[in-house]
């Protein structure tokens, strides 16, 4: 028996993700009403519309996201997306915002989808969540990637730290090809090891971003 763990965030109509960018609108494209006219008697659907930037809900970043040349959604192959061997990190925000190397070192690292529970995600949706979150340094960004990690998951706003204009971390990850996964939830629902992380996006070119159902899977 497989037991699984949601991951995702919804996404909502006006639902703020990140602080500046827009809500999406979440609508009707056919509404029911006006599908009668179109189908049989007795038949009624509805096909709805979605206008959101790429970066809405919990999603995941590709290097194109930061790389004009690098690879886009649509050049994702699944063996990076799907039952990615995981382990948890825990790093809760109220002992520090800031995620250093010491973090990370002495952990089995390499192949491994490495998720960091901070805590964050009890903030969602509410003010505090877009400001002052926890982030990585870039000191651990090359560590992670000198270990050869296939990705880095995140429950807070941003992996880097925005109180500044740079992102050495989306630098450093992407720029190896590592994938990113932010807005992360129930991360504390995760044992240490164990399990696997799946975070599929649409097979989009010309996008580097786009919202995921990102999951765990637990091997009972
Ligand atoms: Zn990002």
């Excluded at 740079?166 to 990850?173: D, M, Y």
Aim: hydrophobic fraction near 35%; charged fraction near 25%.
């Amino acid at each position: 028996m497989k037991r699984f763990i949601d991951l995702s965030h919804t996404i909502e109509h006006g639902m703020i993700t990140y602080k500046g960018l827009p809500a999406p609108v979440i609508c009707d494209y056919l509404s029911r009403e006006d599908s009668k006219s179109v189908y049989a008697e007795g038949y009624e659907f509805q096909i709805g519309k979605i206008e959101m930037v790429s970066n809405t809900g919990t999603y995941l970043d590709t290097p194109f996201h930061r790389y004009e040349n690098g690879k886009d959604l649509n050049e994702l192959i699944l063996e990076k997306l799907v039952d990615l061997e995981a382990i948890t990190i825990q790093a809760d925000y109220r002992k520090g915002i800031e995620i250093g190397k010491d973090f990370f070192v002495n952990r089995n690292l390499r192949a491994k989808a490495v998720l960091i529970n901070t805590g964050w995600s009890t903030f969602w949706r509410t003010d505090t969540y877009f400001e002052n979150h926890p982030f990585l340094t870039e000191e651990a960004a090359i560590y992670l990637r000198d270990q050869g990690v296939l990705l880095v998951g995140i429950d807070s706003h941003n992996i880097d730290d925005t109180r500044g204009k740079a992102r050495p971390v989306h630098t450093t990850l992407l720029g190896a090809e590592i994938l990113i996964s932010e807005h992360l939830c129930n991360l504390d629902q995760l044992p240490e090891n164990g399990f696997t992380f799946t975070a599929v996006p649409p097979k989009i070119k010309g996008m580097g971003t786009f919202p995921v159902r990102a999951f765990a899977t637990l091997k009972q």
